[in-house]
């Protein structure tokens, strides 16, 4: 069993985080952010060609990370592999001892490097998480075709509090749990008051007993950062008042003062019923990371249970 699901499992409020791996094949840009992590964090996530720029594999990057006693997350899209081709992926990835996968449709490749490439999308991330379950529970591929050996694997799915309607947000959640999702990480998270209300329609729909849930926590650099992703990032919901506490500083004081709201964001959903973890994406920015475990007073939590 791997370390994340352990943690989850013993009731352990969890903390992972987000590693981007280069445009390039320099595995030391891979292992220097994995030094920064390490020690901090209970595992790490390394992105699929995130916003469809390529980059490094994965899977390549993982392996590395699992060289130096990191526990890898896995993230999968579905928007440049075919059925065989994802489950071909997950088979050698559970070969190399990497257990945990986050399953995803992945950005349109419009918004990338290679805007005239051909997206995939042979099977959605929903159909996806259900493939995995397949492999791993009846040991057997799309079809039904035996495998020689089943994969051993912690399945994951992401969550977009976010994007309207409420109320469509959950159901499409509670499909993505019947599917065979464990553990879920979620948008970045800054109105905590519309994430609250997802948790509760969330635990009306008895949800919260059926799967481990991290919200997502990004620190703002700037207010320009604020702006940005209120109005350029799809399913991103910033509060006004967010960007007005953001324009209210100095520009040399910005990033602390997102710190700050970082820091507020993780004690406000400790609080919130069903939350077992963060899952901090600091883009292009881990050297912050533990600096925000330890304002948060996390360095310690596993020295208690959720819920006392």
């Known amino acids: 069993m ?10 352990r409020f969890v903390v992972t ?17 994995g030094e920064i992590l390490k020690d901090h964090v209970d595992a790490v996530n390394v992105t699929d060609n995130q916003t469809a720029i390529v ?14 006693g990191i526990e890898p997350v896995l993230q999968m899209t579905v928007r440049d592999r075919n059925r ?3 489950q071909s ?9 990497i257990e945990n996968v986050l399953c995803l449709s992945g950005d349109h490749q419009c918004f990338g490097n290679q805007p005239h490439a051909l997206g995939v999308f042979d099977l959605d991330s929903i159909q996806f998480i259900s493939t995995l379950k ?19 694997l912690f399945i994951g799915a992401a969550a977009n509090p976010f994007a309207d309607p409420l109320e469509f947000r959950v159901v499409r959640l509670a499909k993505k749990i019947k599917a065979g999702a464990q553990f879920i990480q979620t948008q970045c998270i800054y109105d ?8 509760e329609l969330c635990d009306d729909q008895g949800l919260l ?46 990033r602390e003062e997102g710190l700050k709201i970082a820091v507020e964001t993780i004690e406000a959903l400790k609080e919130i019923k069903g939350v077992c973890g963060i899952h901090i994406m600091a883009i292009e920015w881990e050297e912050i990371v533990p600096e925000i475990i330890s304002m948060a007073g996390l360095d310690n939590r596993h020295e208690m249970v959720r819920g006392e």
Not at 55 to 68: F, Y
Not at 89 to 97: C, P, R, T
């Open 134 to 152: 397949q492999m791993r529970d009846e040991s057997e591929i799309i079809g039904g075709e035996a495998l020689s050996k089943s994969p051993e």
């Open 55 to 68: 980059r490094m594999s994965s899977l390549a990057s993982c392996v590395i990370l699992k060289d130096m």
């Open 192 to 199: 905590v008051q519309r994430f609250r209300r997802f948790m």
């Open 89 to 97: 992926d997950i088979l050698g990835a559970s070969a190399l001892g």
């Open 2 to 11: 791997g370390v994340l699901k352990q943690l989850l499992e013993s009731g």
């Open 209 to 254: 007993d059926k799967v481990y849930i991290l919200g997502g926590i990004t620190p703002l650099k700037s207010v320009g950062m604020a702006r940005y992703m209120s109005s350029k990032v799809s399913g991103m919901l910033i509060p006004e008042e967010i960007v007005k506490r953001m324009e209210g500083v100095p520009k040399e004081k910005q």
């Open 17 to 33: 985080s987000e590693c981007g791996p280069p445009k390039g094949a320099d595995a030391e840009v891979i292992r220097r952010k």
């Open 84 to 86: 065989i081709a994802l």
